[in-house]
């Protein structure tokens, strides 16, 4: 395993970092705009579609974003305290979960469902026989973890601008993709 230099990340993790960013902007507009379209129509469903596809993409990205972590691990700059890094550990932790768990509850509730699974024009396996129950017990869970993927978003969110703007460490700048 090799270790970037302390407080830094490399380009490929910067770069997966923001491609999340941008797949979860869209999974949740898409979920979201789906509302907009009567139930049947043509614009519903594809939104509902581009939230399968994306949402497993971001299941992918999570992925490589792990296994990038285990070659190249950031190191936090030794000035941050114990309980910043503890803090920081748990909600990347939370945050990486909410990658993997929400996209794969929601291929399973797809299976449960009998429905085929999207994924940018291929069809992806279904994980389970179709059961109408746990499929409805799974969109609950899904639509609860959802929300709880709004809060933990808009914290990280939050504690990167309070590193940048109260603490005035280089914590949101060393994610950026170009340093000032």
Do not use: C
Not at 60 to 70: D, E, K, M
Not at 171 to 179: D, E, Y
């Amino acid at each position: 395993m090799t270790d970037v230099k302390p407080g830094s990340y490399n380009a490929v993790s910067i770069g997966l970092h923001w491609a999340t960013v941008l797949l979860f902007v869209a999974a949740y507009s898409t979920i979201e705009l789906r509302e907009l379209f009567p139930k049947g129509s043509g614009m519903r469903d594809a939104m509902k579609w581009w939230h399968e596809s994306v949402g497993l993409a971001i299941f992918v990205l999570a992925g490589l974003r792990l296994l990038i972590r285990l070659v190249a691990r950031p190191r936090l700059p030794k000035e941050n305290q114990a309980w910043l890094r503890a803090l920081s550990g748990a909600s990347h932790v939370a945050l990486y979960l909410l990658m993997i768990a929400l996209p794969l509850i929601g291929w399973i509730m797809l299976s449960a469902d009998g429905k085929t699974i999207p994924f940018f024009g291929v069809h992806l396996p279904p994980l389970v026989a179709p059961d109408e129950n746990l499929a409805g017990q799974l969109e609950e869970l899904h639509e609860t973890i959802g929300t709880l993927g709004y809060w933990l978003i808009g914290l990280h969110a939050t504690a990167a601008l309070f590193h940048h703007y109260v603490l005035r460490d280089k914590t949101l700048r060393r994610m950026l993709p170009v340093r000032t």
